[in-house]
Every structure is written in C-alpha cells, then in structure tokens.
C-alpha cells in the first residue's frame, strides 16, 4: 500500500479531527495533504507523538483527535499503549504506518519487521479498537469507522511499502506550528 | 479540608501545593509514584476536575503536558529524580515549541540516602535539566517550597517557561520501610 495514498484517505475524511504527526515521513506524509493550522507537526521528541495526542484528546474532549506515526517512532513509546489504555480516551486514535522499517535511517528491518504486532499488544492493553489494513478498501473502511463514536483509544496498523518518498516538509519553526495550531482551537498567542 | 496556617507549613505542604496548584487552573497531572509525593497524587486522584494520568516513564508526562497546552489546559508532572534522566530528549518538545512545563520532583540521592542507586541520577538531576535548558529552583524548607512552586507556576502558564522545582531530600525526610 502507498502511505501517501493511505494518509489522503484518512485525511480527506477527518471531519474537523485534530491531526499530530510522529516524526519522519509521517509528517512529510500528512504535510503532502496539504498544510493546516489543525496540523501539529513533530520533527523529533521521537516516542512523543501518541502521549502529545492524548494530552490534547484529554484537552480537547468535544474534538477527535488522530495520531498519525510510524512504527519506529511508536516503537520508542511502547509504554504509552499501556498510559493510554489506562486513561481511556474516546476521542484518541493511533494511526501507525508501518512498514517494519527505520526509514529514515537506512531502512533497517524494524520490531515489526521481526513479528511484533501493535495491534495485538493494543488489544491486550484494552484499546477499544484495533486493526490492521493491509489495502487502500480497507483504509476506506477504516474512515468509515473512525467516524463512529469509540468507547475507548483505537489503534490502527497500516501495512505500507518501504520506501522513501519525496519529502514535503512542514514547517520546522516549534513555536510557530504551536501557536498557529492554538491559534486554530482559539486561543491568542500568549 | 486542614487549614493554611503558616505553622502547619512544615505538615501540611503537599495540601498547599495541591492548592496554589489548583489557583492556577491546573486540570492534568501526570505522574510516576513516588514515596514523597504520596499526598499530593492522592489529592489530586481524588480530584474529579483534574485529570490524573499514571505513566510508564517520565518522559510520556512531557509529551502529555505539551499536548494538553495545544488544546489549553495547563497540566503539572510530578515525579523523583530518578525519573529526571528518563526525560531528557522529550524535554526538547517544551522547550522548543517554548510551551509552558512545570515538574515537581522529590530528590533523592542527596540527604541521608541509604540507597547507592540512587546516588548518580539524584547528583545530577539539576545539570542535567539545566543542559537541555529547563530552569530549576530548589526549595530545602516547605514555606520556600511553597513559596517557589507558586511563581514558578506563574511563570510557565503566563510566561511559557519549562520550570522544574526540586522537593529536597532533606526536606521530605528518610524513606521509611
């Protein structure tokens, strides 16, 4: 599956979701949609991009807020899928794109790459939804459902090719991608 | 509810903190358990208005608390020393999306410890956040505890610092078991 044709479906469908990006071609990826003030872009703090979500998801309960990462970066944070099943969030879910590779890096064979399955370790955590997609119907199947109301956290695996894209890169400015990114939930730069 | 006096001070500080805490409009705390910070996670777990997030490392709070100020709720992390070294590279997020950070950490590692363990974390627990840029203060009596947490919140909410106050050992007292 193209991750870039993935993350369209995803995005051309968020109905007003609030979008953090975990670091590397995630960002490139969701930047390639289009740039937005609902964007929040990281560019490192690797292992940061599901726990700023649920910071904002616990922030922001009347918005849903979607998470969009790789494997490698949710990796570094393999202790939040337990932090997030436990604060239970209904308006959080985790979008890893995987493919069971460091990317970035030299695309050396990543945990997923070696039989480890986010969505399986979700479920046992208690996320109320899991699953993994492994063509573009069931990415659209996927929009569909992440429109429903949750019970609880979702977290979604999106099996896509290894390889590197051209990159498409947001805006390395912290401060400004916050501030416009409060800026769009309304709150003044302080 | 126990009274502010000013000679209840030196019992009743987590309460205190657990207050100016509250002025402030504080509504998430994140934490990893430690033995000096008994008091004031169990205020604040008891606190419906606030939501309370127990974490696997310490380093999952700072990436909270900066999501929770994108969406404009202002959270505390509360944690031991220890924990401190676990945070370094995620301190990067508030400090360079300069988005407002407030740790309370209880030492260890410094005054009367008993443990070895914790002797190299709790020895550089204040270089090592000065090197990635948070500024620390550290409070040795509760009314300078107090006293400092309660601008040090001011600082970070209305001046967007990343603001760590150290809870010294001597002022906790021996971990008793």
Known sequence: MNRRDAVEKLLSSRQGALVVTGLGSPSYDVHACGDRDDNYYLWGAMGGAALTGLG???AQKGKRVMVITGDGEQLMAFGSLATIAVAKPVNLDIIVLDNQHFGETGMQVSHTGQGIDFATIAASCGFARTGVM???DQV???CIELLQPASGPGLFVLKIAAENLPRSLPPRDAVFVKNRFRGHLGFDPS | MLTGDSENTDLDWPLQLYRILKEKQVQQMSYV???GHTALINLFLNDHDVCANVLTTEEEGVAIGVGAWLGGMRSVLLMQSSGVGNCINMLSLPVLTRSP????VTMRGEWNEFNPWQMPMGQATQASLEAVGI???RADTPAELIEMTEQAANMAYESDQQIAVLISQ???GKKKW
């Open chain 1, 56 to 58: 904002l998801a616990q």
């Open chain 1, 140 to 142: 659209d199947q996927l």
């Open chain 2, 135 to 137: 500024s620390v203060m």
């Open chain 2, 33 to 35: 358990p430690d033995a």
């Open chain 2, 101 to 104: 950070l407030l740790m309370l």
């Open chain 2, 170 to 172: 001597r002022l906790i």
């Open chain 1, 134 to 136: 492994t063509t573009l």
